[in-house]
């Protein structure tokens, strides 16, 4: 059927609004990474053949298993409405294309509709659905002098419901001002197509979520360092989801994909060890990483990587030299195994 963008040709939903949560449970799980956007260094303008190759990258050869798009780590806040539509439909592309190359079942999407506007989070949730992305998510709103929240939130992701019929997840983190507490999000969770719940918060509060409503949404959260345990203890099956699943493995150095593998088997101990071999490179990470920087700090540790990082966008800062040389140090000592049959050096 023909869709409402510009003649553009819409695609049929995979399941119905009311199959939301049942088609979720079966099929949202694994690793997911929030992909990021590269830009051209003389333009600023998107590199869309460097997004298609990290795309490819991160599918065909780190087997990830769903790409968050456009959200913080994609710098969306720095992006024309229309370049966020833009930078999905690649993403629908791109893995639709993976599954033509491998067969089998496609990696899945979930596309960033989050703005303050509500005229432009429904029109991103209804182009992410038209193109044929597997669910959205949309942050709580910041909600200004407001002393209390939750029957305006109630309210946002019920209007946001009555308006699409695709799949969508909740997302609570501190730069809304507040977090939504585990007795909202037990609520929220009986919205007809609220599927799952990328929930930055402390432990306490996800574990307690797990237990109110784990049964009738996804928990995940962006937490590398807590997705072994939130396996072996809380029964997770979705890493929803930060940079970790790039950013830590190489084509040759699937270490992630390992303990998580291992830790869906039962096999605790063994995938405890590998998650225990990774931490020289989370050091080299966290350790050279410039507090007012992370965006810089993350393109740069990418293109070492082999991967197209670029540019940031204003109002973000560049690493110095003083800063790339320090991180190249890092990123040489971490004990990562590259492509071409090199190492770097494990840190001591």
């Known amino acids: ?67 968050f798009i456009a959200g913080k780590q994609g710098e969306f806040f720095s992006m024309s409405l229309d370049e966020r539509k833009r930078v999905m439909k690649i993403a629908v592309e791109e893995t639709q294309a993976t599954k033509a190359r491998a067969g089998g079942n496609a990696p899945q999407t979930i596309m960033s509709a989050s703005d303050q506007n509500l005229d432009t989070v429904i029109e991103l949730a209804r182009y992410a659905q038209s193109i044929g992305g597997d669910y959205i998510v949309v ?44 007795q909202l999000c037990s609520r929220l969770a009986d919205i007809e197509n609220v599927v799952a719940i990328k929930y930055s918060v402390p432990r306490e509060m996800y574990v ?21 345990d939130n396996i072996l203890e809380l029964g997770w099956q979705l890493y929803l989801c930060s940079s970790p699943p790039y950013t830590l493995q190489t084509k040759v150095d699937l270490r992630m994909r390992e303990y998580t593998d291992l830790a869906f088997a039962g096999r605790a101990a063994e995938a405890k060890a ?17 507090k007012e920087k992370p965006y810089a700090h993350q393109k740069y540790w990418q293109e070492l990587l082999g991967q197209v990082g670029g540019p940031v966008r204003r109002p973000l800062l560049e690493l110095t030299d003083a800063e790339k040389a320090a991180t190249r140090a890092a990123f040489d000592s971490c004990g990562l195994r590259l492509a071409g049959g090199t190492k770097a050096a494990a840190a001591e």
């Open 274 to 290: 590998v998650w225990d071999s990774l931490q020289p490179v989370r050091h080299a990470i966290s350790r050279t990483k410039p």
């Open 1 to 67: 059927m023909t869709g409402l963008h510009g003649g553009q040709r819409e695609v049929l939903m995979k399941y119905s609004k009311r199959d939301a949560k049942a088609y979720a449970r079966k099929h949202m799980r694994g690793i997911w990474a929030a992909a990021s956007t590269p830009f051209q260094r003389d333009t600023l303008a998107i590199d869309e053949d460097g997004l298609r190759r990290n795309i490819r990258h991160w599918l065909d050869d780190l087997a990830i298993d769903g790409l």
């Open 208 to 228: 307690e979520l797990t237990k109110l409503a784990g049964d009738r949404i996804l928990v995940s959260t962006a937490s590398e360092k807590e997705w072994l």
């Open 139 to 182: 942050h709580a709103p910041t909600l200004h002098f407001h002393d209390a929240h939750d029957e305006c939130v109630m309210e946002y992701y019920k209007y946001i419901s009555s308006k699409v019929d695709i799949g969508m997840a909740l997302w609570s983190h501190p730069d809304n001002g507040f977090l939504m507490s585990p």
